[in-house]
């Protein structure tokens, strides 16, 4: 058999709140640890930070972010608003001239 690669010390586990201090030579890290909703974002920017500065092959992300299910203590700004949501109108106002044209035949005809 032939050895290709030995992956002694060449992978290493890091907490996403420790990637800021750690100085890791391995080629091979899974950013690991637990994070609330608000601080994903914190997250992501620490591990683009690591990957700027990092000589690893491969920085993956294996970080648990909690989830979060819509309860009563989240805001909702109006439920009228989300009950009057046009898609419709949304896929329209994205649409080039032509292409408004040609779905709203389509529309007219399926109405009819």
Do not use: C, P
Not at 42 to 52: E, G, I, P, W
Not at 58 to 65: P, R, T
Request: aromatic residues 8%.
């Amino acid at each position: 058999m032939i050895t290709t690669w030995e992956s002694g010390g060449q992978y290493e586990e890091i907490d996403w709140k420790d990637l800021e201090h750690s100085s890791t030579e391995a080629k091979f890290i899974r950013v690991i640890g637990a994070a609330s909703i608000g601080e994903s974002s914190d997250v992501v920017r620490a591990m683009s930070k690591f990957r700027q500065a990092s000589t690893a092959f491969i920085v993956s992300n294996a970080v648990k972010v909690e989830s979060h299910t819509l309860s009563s203590d989240i805001e909702i700004s109006s439920m009228e608003e989300i009950q009057s949501f046009n898609v419709f109108d949304t896929l329209m106002s994205e649409l080039s001239e032509d292409e408004r044209i040609v779905i709203k035949q389509l529309y007219d005809q399926e109405m009819d």
